[in-house]
């Protein structure tokens, strides 16, 4: 069957792209932060539950600040004081920036999003909608397990010093962490739709590499690189595609041109998610920085003593802050690690085709076509990034640490 004809073949109708992310969906939509809704217009009852939500997430914020300084930060350091003020007022600001996003512009796009989505899985016969929602889920429920995990670690660490009160009211930073988590995750189903199309097209590449004739007499190398081979990928991936949707591609330069069809077609994709996502996710990046910050702050005072605690519980809170820390470190990493999966995908087709124009022997009008492939992906490489200010990559990351670093001796030097 030429992948220009190719038929759709679900386990079940219902399954669409849209059904592969909706785990993350219905988690977003306790905090009216489900933006991937076909509807446009919002009914009266989405309306009452949005606001409904924002006014109890402000009441709790207000009511915690009021406690805290009425009750708690007398017998605080002062820089732990300061940065849990900034933490609290910036979480409810940016909280409120997601809600505009997903009223205002998430929505009005999902529809054109989801439908060229359908366009590019009737090209690649795309059938694994099952095993991405598997992926997803299971990605959600080591997350949530963390969260739960340090969250209770946390409020326990703080009972055993302040009685069961104020680590209760200090609670409502578990919730927006919380929200903080699914905005991340929610953007990481969306990476992993484009991650798998994209490996279909590596992969349908690579078949068509290893159909083609040798122009040397020598022994095939590419099926030995590693790093190369889409096989070695599998378990990594934890995808098994059954690659009927990847019957080999013949020399028909209308199915190449169809593959540069849906890598365009990502393209825009992606260009979609970074305009839904991007400036959310620069401030959910900047909010986990100011609690990384925080968290390493409240446990090198609690452990060098210059935080005193109400009852001497050993390094307890300093291990409970640790682990808060770890958390949104690995929300980070999460993200970072999915985009860069992504990247390899680009980097694999590229590879791919460099061995096939040089080792195969392929006919003038193949080549041509597949060099115009090969530019199409170097000139319009697909990137995820913050609102255009920051890529997602691994070398983010390590910005990311020598700010926590940086900022972190600057509160423990200059304020006392």
Not at 160 to 179: C, D, H
């Amino acid at each position: 069957m030429q992948i220009g004809n190719a038929v759709i073949h679900l386990k079940s109708t219902k399954l669409t792209t849209m059904n592969t992310i909706s785990p993350t969906t219905k988690l977003l939509k306790i905090f009216a932060l489900n933006s991937n809704i076909e509807e446009i217009d919002l009914k009266c009852s989405a309306k009452l539950r949005i606001t409904m939500t924002a006014f109890v997430l402000c009441s709790l914020i207000f009511y915690s600040l009021y406690y805290k300084f009425i009750y708690v930060f007398d017998y605080v350091n002062i820089s732990i004081k300061i940065t849990d003020c900034v933490q609290m007022v910036y979480d409810f600001c940016q909280y409120i920036v997601d809600l505009y996003f997903v009223t205002n512009y998430g929505r009005n796009i999902s529809s054109e999003y989801f439908q060229q989505y359908k366009i590019i899985d009737k090209i690649l016969e795309v059938v694994c909608y099952e095993i991405i929602k598997h992926r997803i889920v299971k990605l959600l429920w080591v997350f949530m397990c963390i969260w739960f995990s340090s969250s209770c670690f946390d409020f326990i660490a703080w009972f055993l010093n302040y009685g069961w009160i104020t680590p209760l009211v200090y609670s409502v930073a578990y919730i927006f962490l919380l929200i903080k988590i699914l905005t991340t995750l929610d953007l990481s189903a969306h990476i992993m739709n484009v991650e798998i199309r994209l490996k279909m097209i590596a992969d349908l590449i690579h078949h068509y590499y290893m159909s083609c004739e040798d122009n040397f007499q020598a022994e095939e190398t590419l099926c030995h690189k590693n790093w190369l081979n889409s096989k070695e990928r599998a378990k990594y991936y934890e995808l098994q595609f059954r690659i009927h949707a990847l019957k080999q591609l013949s020399c028909n330069n209308n199915e190449i041109k169809l593959l540069s069809r849906c890598y365009l077609m990502l393209t825009e994709q992606v260009e979609i998610i970074n305009r839904m996502y991007g400036f959310r996710i620069l401030l959910n990046s900047l909010s986990l920085l100011i609690d990384m910050v925080r968290f390493t702050n409240i446990s090198v005072r609690i452990m060098i003593g210059s935080q005193n605690l109400a009852y001497n519980c050993g390094y307890f809170p300093a291990v409970s802050s640790i682990f808060r820390l770890l958390t949104c470190g690995a929300v980070i990493i999460n993200l970072v690690s999915h985009c860069e999966r992504v990247y390899y995908q680009r980097t694999r087709i590229c590879n791919v085709i460099d061995h096939m124009i040089v080792n195969k022997n392929l006919s003038r009008e193949s080549t041509e076509a597949l060099q115009e492939f090969r530019n199409l992906v170097q000139n319009h490489p697909i990137e995820f990034n913050m609102a255009n200010f920051f890529q997602l990559n691994y070398s983010l990351l390590v910005s990311i640490a020598s700010v926590v670093v940086t900022y972190t001796i600057i509160l423990l030097q200059s304020v006392n």
